[in-house]
């Protein structure tokens, strides 16, 4: 996986965490931020604690998330605590009590932290905000307060917190509907020509497995009409991938796959494998040993192994 590929699936690369990583990323980050910003549109943050993609969609699906999240209170939670976090210092450490009193006095209704469901979102939310890397658990468990309301818990603020949320060109606080967030950032520009129409076609295929045409638009696939060429040869030379580009479809797909599916027949004791390929084109059905073998060797010295 080269830089631009770890940058686009991962929310960022920490110092503290992956020291190698880091510095080998900041020595690519030439080459990643031409196609990054001329191709995507994306900007590239790098400091002494992170180095970080801004991926903002051209269109927003609903598998990009968070996993780990099932309720929308969990996101309330989540946008409470990187407010509380942007009071604090880094490595400056807080008890979880100073936490739920914040979000309690803060959010719109209150927050009764005796109900069960309220405490595991929480910590859902925090665990969450640990695995990404922006506090730390440096004294007990957040099953204490899973069980009881009193539970305490000591965390540490990393400072990465800052740089979760993307930036905005006007202060959000005037914003009153969510469809305020989808507003573009190009002002005074034609969006379906030009630099706004290439950073959008690029973004849906590099964010998405594909882009179809009753969810896009005419300019879109005007634009993958005269530079789909272009397109194709640049998105197959930064990654892995095969460009299919069809009257109203476009997605990106691996060159080469050995697909293996088990089979068994009314729930037979035994199990049928078949063998396919995918040629970056379609999946075809191998019959025998000799031409599974074949392939299984040209795939691996395909992939250098």
């Known amino acids: ?89 880094a490595q400056e450490q807080f008890i979880l009590s100073q936490l739920t009193e914040y979000i309690a006095a803060n959010m719109p209704n209150g927050v009764d932290w005796t109900m069960y469901i309220n405490r595991r979102r929480l910590i859902r939310v925090l665990r969450y905000a640990v695995d990404q890397g922006m506090v730390a658990v440096t004294d007990g468990s957040d099953d204490a307060f899973m069980d009881d309301a009193y539970g305490e818990v000591l965390y540490e603020n990393t400072g990465a917190s800052r740089y979760f949320m993307r930036s905005f060109t006007k202060d959000i606080m005037e914003y009153t509907r969510p469809e305020d967030f989808h507003e573009s950032d190009w002002f005074d520009i034609n969006e379906d020509r030009g630099i706004a129409r290439r950073h959008r076609v690029y973004k849906r295929l590099v964010f998405a497995p594909g882009m179809f045409y009753d969810t896009g638009t005419e300019e879109d696939f005007s634009y993958l009409k005269y530079y789909g060429h272009r397109l194709a040869e640049d998105l197959e030379k930064n990654f892995d991938c095969s460009v299919q580009i069809h009257r109203g479809s476009a997605c990106d797909t691996l060159d080469a796959l050995a697909i293996y599916q088990l089979i068994r027949p009314q729930n037979a004791k035994f199990v049928t494998v078949m063998s396919y390929i995918w040629n970056g084109k379609k999946k075809q059905m191998l019959d025998n040993e000799a031409e599974v073998e074949s392939h299984g060797r040209k795939l691996n010295w395909e992939n250098g192994s």
């Not at 080269?2 to 940058?7: K, S, T, V």
């Not at 080998?24 to 180095?51: H, P, Q, W, Y």
């Not at 996993?67 to 009071?87: H, Q, T």
Request: aromatic share 10%.
């Open 1 to 89: 996986m080269n830089g631009l590929e770890i940058l686009l699936s991962r929310r960022w690369i920490l110092k503290s965490e992956d020291k190698d990583l880091y510095y080998k990323l900041r020595d690519e980050l030439g080459e990643i931020r031409k196609f990054a910003s001329d191709k995507l549109g994306c900007v590239i943050t790098e400091n002494s604690l992170l180095i970080k993609m801004e991926k903002i969609p051209a269109v927003a699906e609903p598998f990009m998330g968070i996993r780990e999240f099932s309720a929308n209170e969990e996101y309330a939670f989540l946008c409470m605590l990187l407010m509380f976090l942007e009071d604090k210092d």
